[in-house]
């Protein structure tokens, strides 16, 4: 790993990944309960492999569903805290540090890219769970510069499908951006007796997690944006639409010659998708 320390190093080995055509892949992960932080399943199991099948990015930027701001906001301390933004899991869930460093001056960089907005620098964030449980399985030496990007709540769809586009030159520069959140994610639906029934999904839930992905592969971003429009059933699978706009960071970070993943494509509980998407 290549430390980096300032916006001219920076700068310095990002011109040296754009000269040798480096373009990194960017993710949409569903991350689901605080609990993946801490257990090793088969939604884990994959996002361990995700990180050794693709290259070790300089640094890794996160949109997550669990910092809602007014405006938007990146994370510009040296050290970003874990952020335990939960309740009632076991003591050990709540004891997980995810020590890894930021960077001020990639968070600069990140803002300078932006012109549709003002980028607020946040000092008073960090890792929230929609983070730290994602990344300290994918890089568990904590040794990368994790930063988070806020998602200002009174815009809709289009406005941050649009923003991502502003982000575009970031894979360029060797930076994984990942969008976290749940395709389909109903708390208040929760088949709670089916909790340990790997795949169970509501017959609605299931039907607009097929029309998602088939719309995902089809490079129907229109159709995304204007998910309301998608299925009768669509306020049961996004009630609110805060795990879904990560998606919207994701497809509008799409390449032209971007090939299409899907993974961990299984239901939870009912309510729940953990379908996930790699783009690149």
Same mark, same amino acid.
């Given at each position: 790993m290549i430390a980096l320390s300032g916006l001219a190093a920076f700068n310095k080995f990002t011109d040296n990944l754009?000269?040798?055509?480096?373009?990194m892949p960017v993710l949409f992960i569903g991350h689901g309960s605080p609990m993946n932080g801490i257990e090793h399943n088969s939604f884990t199991q994959h996002w361990v492999k995700m990180a050794e099948t693709i290259p070790t990015p300089a640094a890794v930027l996160v949109v997550s569903a669990h910092w809602l701001s007014k405006g938007?906001?990146? +994370?510009?301390? *040296? &050290?970003?805290? +874990?952020?335990? *933004? &939960?309740?009632?899991f076991p003591p050990e869930l709540f004891a997980v540090q995810y020590p890894a460093p930021g960077s001020p001056a990639i968070a600069k960089e990140t803002a300078s890219l932006i012109h549709s907005t003002k980028v607020e620098m946040a000092h008073d964030w960090g890792l929230d769970h929609g983070t730290w449980t994602i990344i300290r399985h994918m890089y568990p030496k904590a040794n990368i510069p994790v930063l988070q990007l806020s998602i200002d709540y009174s815009k809709g769809p289009e406005y941050h499908y649009n923003l991502a586009k502003e982000l575009y030159e970031l894979r360029k520069k060797g930076i994984l951006i990942i969008g976290s959140g749940n395709m389909v994610h109903n708390l208040g639906m929760i088949a709670w007796d089916k909790l340990d029934k790997p795949g169970y999904g509501y017959d609605w839930a299931l039907d607009i997690n097929s029309k998602f992905k088939q719309l995902i592969y089809n490079g129907d971003h229109t159709s995304l944006i204007k998910y309301e429009t998608i299925?009768?059933?669509?306020r049961l699978a996004i009630p609110t639409p805060d795990h879904y706009y990560p998606l919207m960071y994701?497809?509008?970070?799409?390449?032209?010659k971007d090939e299409v993943e899907i993974f961990n494509d299984k239901a939870v509980a009912g309510s729940l998708t953990m379908t996930s998407v790699r783009l690149g």
């Open positions: 754009s000269e040798n055509g480096t373009l938007t906001k990146i +994370t510009a301390m *040296d &050290f970003p805290e +874990t952020i335990h *933004d &939960f309740g009632g299925s009768k059933d669509i994701t497809l509008g970070l799409k390449g032209a």
